[in-house]
T-cell receptor, first 112, second 117 residues
Framework: SQQGEEDPQALSIQEGENATMNCSYK?????LQWYRQNSGRGLVHLIL?????REKHSGRLRVTLDTSKKSSSLLITASRAADTASYFC????????????FGKGTRLSVIA | EAQVTQNPRYLITVTGKKLTVTCSQN?????MSWYRQDPGLGLRQIYY???????DKGDVPEGYKVSRKEKRNFPLILESPSPNQTSLYFC????????????????FGEGSRLTVL
């Protein structure tokens, strides 16, 4: 099944800096979602962007979607230590009855 | 408070001893799903259910069973657990999952860490 792949696998930044994570996928989608996971905890939904949208904002989060390149990016501005977590993209395919497929995640560390 | 509740949160068991991980949601969601999370492999879907009495296999269904007799509950059953089922398991629910695509926001439980010796 198709899978979103996040890049980089790990990212370490200083507090106050911006963090950018990328997700690439293989086939056409209905929507793409980003989730956050604190160590060992359940995933929390951050934002959903539909295939006909190009950009979406939620607080300090900005998500872009480029369907021609089959890629998305998640930008966290003015990062805080509390943003330290793993971030996953998940794609909802535009064919058949396929499940929401998660990538392997980007591990973000924000150093105070 | 809207939530997905899984039990047990932690379990150590032995090979072959049947166990059930319960999952309950209080949001009246139609769609429910089970995932396992393993290092380096991300989240993989085990089974999902689009509504009561409707279940279907995900990517890694072998060794698992599920049932959906009520809308709020979606238990995961391991009839004869083996060590390769040692993993972190998550239940999730969503308002809808239409045939042909379009999954809405998933709400996740806190996870159940299972160790099979």
């Amino acid at each position: 099944s198709q899978q979103g792949e996040e890049d980089p696998q790990a990212l370490s930044i200083q507090e106050g800096e911006n963090a950018t994570m990328n997700c690439s996928y293989k086939t056409s989608i209905n929507n793409l979602q980003w989730y956050r996971q604190n160590s060992g905890r359940g995933l929390v939904h951050l934002i959903l962007i539909r295939s006909n949208e190009r950009e979406k904002h939620s607080g300090r989060l900005r998500v872009t979607l480029d369907t021609s390149k089959k890629s998305s990016s998640l930008l966290i501005t003015a990062s805080r230590a509390a943003d330290t977590a793993s971030y996953f993209c998940a794609t909802d395919a535009n064919s058949g009855n396929t499940p929401l497929v998660f990538g392997k995640g980007t591990r973000l560390s924000v150093i105070a | 408070e809207a939530q997905v509740t899984q039990n047990p949160r932690y379990l150590i068991t032995v090979t072959g001893k049947k166990l059930t991980v319960t999952c309950s949601q209080n949001m009246n969601h139609e769609y429910m799903s089970w995932y396992r999370q393993d290092p380096g492999l991300g989240l993989r879907q085990i089974y999902y259910s689009m509504n009561v009495e409707v279940t279907d296999k995900g990517d890694v269904p072998e060794g698992y069973k599920v049932s959906r007799k009520e809308k709020r509950n979606f238990p995961l059953i391991l009839e004869s657990p083996s060590p390769n089922q040692t993993s972190l398991y998550f239940c999730a629910s969503s308002l809808r999952r239409l045939a042909g695509g379009n999954t809405g926001e998933l709400f996740f439980g806190e996870g159940s860490r299972l160790t099979v010796l």
